[in-house]
């Protein structure tokens, strides 16, 4: 069982920068790729980046990519999401999720997720 807790969300201004963290609780996330994926209210969840179990690849949502930074921890137990010049579209609810293999930009890739941490950017 992997469980993932999300955090660092909050309330920010346009224009500033958030880094969330995701955190194995009780295990590592060898072999695992990771990736992070937002739901805004009313709207379907949608990707928004991932990074490999080496952390050799990454890949990015053309919404946040050149703006946003996805990385993993050597010691594969935790997972951050850098987002730069944060736009009041950014606002949502961001999951933690691993996945088995290669990236993916699909939730159905992934079989474990977090719970959420919630994002709220003012213009």
């Known amino acids: 069982q992997v469980l993932l807790v999300e955090s660092g969300g909050g309330l920010v201004q346009a224009g500033s920068s958030l880094i969330l963290s995701c955190t194995a609780a009780g295990r590592t996330l060898n072999n695992y790729s990771m990736g992070w994926f937002r739901q805004a209210p009313g709207k379907e969840r949608e990707f928004v980046a991932a990074i490999s179990w080496s952390g050799g690849t990454a890949i990015y949502a053309d919404s946040i990519k050149g703006r946003s930074t996805i990385s993993r921890s050597n010691a594969k137990v935790s997972i951050w999401l850098q987002m730069d010049s944060l736009k009041p579209e950014d606002t949502a609810d961001y999951y933690c999720?691993?996945?088995?293999?290669?990236?993916?930009?699909?939730?159905?890739?992934?079989?474990?997720w977090g719970r959420g941490a919630q994002v709220t950017v003012s213009s």
């Open positions: 999720a691993a996945a088995r293999g290669s990236v993916s930009r699909q939730t159905a890739a992934y079989s474990h």
